[in-house]
C-alpha cells in the first residue's frame, strides 16, 4: 500500500471518488444490495460473516465508505479508525483473501449503478481507494501487529 493515499491519490481522482459515491447515494440501499448479492456470489462463504440485519450493515459500509472520502486529503487520520476495523474484522472470521473479493464485488455494484459514468479512470480511483483502506486494515489484523490477547 501507499503509505499516504492522500499524496498518491490525484485532485481529479479525488474528485471522481466524491462525484461518483454522491450519485450513488439518493440509490444508496439498491447499490449495496447489488453489492452483497454480488459478493455473496462470488464468495458464499461470508455469507456466514453477517450476523446483523443486512440493512444495518449497509448503513455501516456507506458511512464508513462516506468518511474515508471525507479523509481523502487526510488518509494517514483516518488510519488508526481502519486499523481498529480491521482488528475487529479478525474477530469476527475475516480471511485476508475476502478483502480482495470484497473490493471486487464493491467495485462491479459501483459500476452496475453508473454505468457509462464509471469509466476507466474511476474504477482506478475506486480501486487504489479500496485496496489502500483494505491494506491498513489487513496490516492491523495480521498476527504480527495484532496484540497477543486479541489472538487467543
Not at 449495496?32 to 461470508?46: C, D, K, M, Q, S
Not at 494517514?76 to 480491521?86: H, K, N, Y
Not at 478483502?99 to 482506478?124: H, I, K, M, N, P
Request: proline content about 4%.
Amino acid at each position: 500500500m501507499n503509505p499516504n493515499l492522500s499524496a498518491s491519490l490525484s485532485a481529479k481522482q479525488k474528485s471522481l471518488l466524491r462525484e461518483s459515491f454522491a450519485s450513488v447515494r439518493e440509490y444508496e440501499t439498491a447499490v449495496i444490495v447489488l453489492f452483497y448479492g454480488r459478493l455473496f456470489e462470488i464468495a458464499p462463504e461470508t455469507r456466514a460473516l453477517f450476523k446483523i440485519n443486512i440493512r444495518e450493515q449497509a448503513k455501516k459500509l456507506t458511512d464508513t465508505l462516506q468518511m474515508a472520502l471525507d479523509a481523502l486529503d487526510r488518509f494517514e487520520e483516518l488510519r488508526p479508525v481502519l486499523a481498529d476495523l480491521g482488528r475487529r474484522h479478525l474477530t469476527y472470521g475475516v480471511q485476508p483473501y475476502q478483502y480482495e473479493r470484497l473490493c471486487s464485488a464493491l467495485v462491479w455494484a459501483l459500476g452496475q449503478a453508473l454505468g457509462l459514468g464509471f469509466d476507466q479512470e474511476t474504477r482506478a480511483a475506486w480501486n487504489q481507494l479500496l485496496s489502500a483502506i483494505a491494506a491498513v486494515m489487513l496490516e492491523a489484523a495480521s498476527p504480527a501487529t495484532t496484540p497477543i490477547q486479541q489472538r487467543l
